[in-house]
């Protein structure tokens, strides 16, 4: 039951509706009884500086932030993690309350969703290897943040627009060290097919093949797929993406979005409550959360 000792934590966003943290967090709260809420706060462009502030003024306990606030945000953030910094945007803040006043900690915790799904799936971070990152938004970014700070990786980015992966490899191309390598080059269905046949790794982190344009793959329908990579898609909505099920045909190993998801919300969750995050509750809550989304769309 709410009262006035329950506290309060949300999803900053435009639109939130679509989102699976409120069920994948009630239900964290609720395995481990703690008197916790999580709400959705649909917060239009232009007023996301007046909402952040007003986290702290109404007691809430911090906030997960989503397209398109991540960036805006950030500069709300009284202090910002080194995560949230080299990535230029946060996902989770954190409202500490003092005799001093009122403090909003800014996180990123996509990075720790990547690594925490890359060592469930026992890939191995510390070898060096190849690995091809398609896109070059903010998922783009924490993935290849992630994977040049914990190993020595050779990264091909492949983006649409090709400055926009330009951008990405000079702004995080001074975190490359030993033999790690970033480049840059535009996605054509021949450079995909060309890049993959010497990598061990190819990840989509391009909203293709996300619900309601569910057909769409970025590996072209007619090409046989390497069956020695292993493809993780970003996209958990549906969880068995057409980049997937292609993978599976083709006998390669197949990574869904929703582990990352996960693991990035059981980091904000405890930065939230102090408490290990019941992981396996808040699987079922989302696995739950999208069964009935596919209910609703049939
Ligand atoms: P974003 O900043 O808007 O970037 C979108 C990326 O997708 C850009 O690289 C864009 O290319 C590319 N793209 C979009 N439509 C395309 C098309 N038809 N063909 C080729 N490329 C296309 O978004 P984001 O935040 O990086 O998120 C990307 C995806 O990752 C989304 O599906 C999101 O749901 C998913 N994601 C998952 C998790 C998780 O926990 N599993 C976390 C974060 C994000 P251009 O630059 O050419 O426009």
């Given at each position: 039951?709410?009262?006035?000792r329950?506290?309060?934590?949300g999803l900053?966003g435009w639109?939130?509706e679509h989102?699976l943290?409120?069920?994948?967090?009630n239900a964290a709260?609720?395995?481990?009884?703690?008197d916790w809420l999580?709400?959705?706060l649909?917060?239009?462009?232009g007023s996301?500086?007046?909402a952040?502030?007003g986290?702290?003024?109404?007691?809430?306990?911090?906030a997960n932030?989503?397209?398109p606030?991540?960036?805006?945000a950030?500069r709300?953030?009284?202090?910002?993690?080194?995560?949230?910094?080299?990535?230029?945007?946060?996902?989770?803040?954190?409202?500490?309350?003092?005799p001093?006043?009122i403090r909003v900690h800014?996180h990123?915790?996509d990075?720790?969703?990547v690594?925490a799904?890359l060592?469930?799936?026992?890939?191995e971070l510390s070898?060096r290897q190849r690995?091809i990152?398609v896109?070059?938004?903010g998922a783009?970014r924490a993935?290849?943040?992630?994977?040049?700070?914990?190993?020595?990786f050779?990264i091909?980015?492949?983006?649409?627009t090709?400055d926009?992966?330009?951008?990405?490899?000079?702004?995080?191309?001074?975190?490359c060290?030993g033999a790690a390598r970033?480049?840059a080059a535009?996605?054509?269905?021949?450079?995909l097919?060309?890049?993959t046949?010497?990598a061990?790794?190819l990840?989509?982190?391009?909203?293709v093949?996300?619900?309601p344009?569910a057909d769409?793959s970025?590996?072209?329908e007619a090409?046989?797929?390497?069956?020695?990579?292993?493809i993780?898609?970003l996209?958990?909505n549906?969880?068995e993406?057409?980049l997937?099920?292609q993978?599976?045909?083709?006998g390669?190993?197949?990574i869904?979005?929703l582990?990352?998801?996960i693991?990035?919300?059981?980091?904000?969750?405890?930065l939230?409550?102090g408490?290990?995050?019941?992981?396996d509750a808040?699987r079922?809550?989302?696995a739950?959360a999208?069964?009935?989304?596919k209910g609703?769309?049939?």
């Amino acid at each position: 039951m709410v009262s006035s000792r329950t506290q309060i934590v949300g999803l900053i966003g435009w639109p939130v509706e679509h989102s699976l943290s409120p069920a994948m967090h009630n239900a964290a709260f609720e395995r481990l009884s703690l008197d916790w809420l999580y709400v959705p706060l649909p917060v239009r462009p232009g007023s996301v500086q007046d909402a952040v502030r007003g986290l702290g003024a109404l007691g809430l306990r911090g906030a997960n932030v989503t397209v398109p606030h991540k960036q805006t945000a950030m500069r709300s953030a009284d202090t910002l993690s080194s995560a949230a910094q080299a990535l230029g945007a946060v996902n989770t803040l954190v409202i500490e309350y003092s005799p001093h006043g009122i403090r909003v900690h800014g996180h990123n915790t996509d990075i720790d969703g990547v690594l925490a799904t890359l060592r469930r799936e026992n890939i191995e971070l510390s070898r060096r290897q190849r690995a091809i990152v398609v896109g070059a938004g903010g998922a783009a970014r924490a993935i290849v943040y992630a994977l040049l700070t914990e190993s020595e990786f050779e990264i091909t980015l492949l983006n649409r627009t090709l400055d926009r992966a330009v951008g990405l490899v000079t702004d995080l191309s001074d975190i490359c060290t030993g033999a790690a390598r970033l480049s840059a080059a535009p996605l054509t269905p021949e450079s995909l097919i060309s890049a993959t046949q010497d990598a061990e790794l190819l990840i989509n982190a391009t909203a293709v093949g996300m619900w309601p344009h569910a057909d769409g793959s970025i590996w072209p329908e007619a090409a046989a797929m390497p069956t020695h990579l292993t493809i993780f898609d970003l996209v958990y909505n549906p969880l068995e993406t057409r980049l997937l099920q292609q993978a599976r045909q083709s006998g390669a190993r197949a990574i869904d979005g929703l582990n990352m998801l996960i693991m990035q919300g059981a980091r904000s969750f405890e930065l939230w409550t102090g408490e290990p995050a019941p992981v396996d509750a808040m699987r079922s809550a989302c696995a739950g959360a999208l069964e009935r989304m596919k209910g609703e769309e049939r």
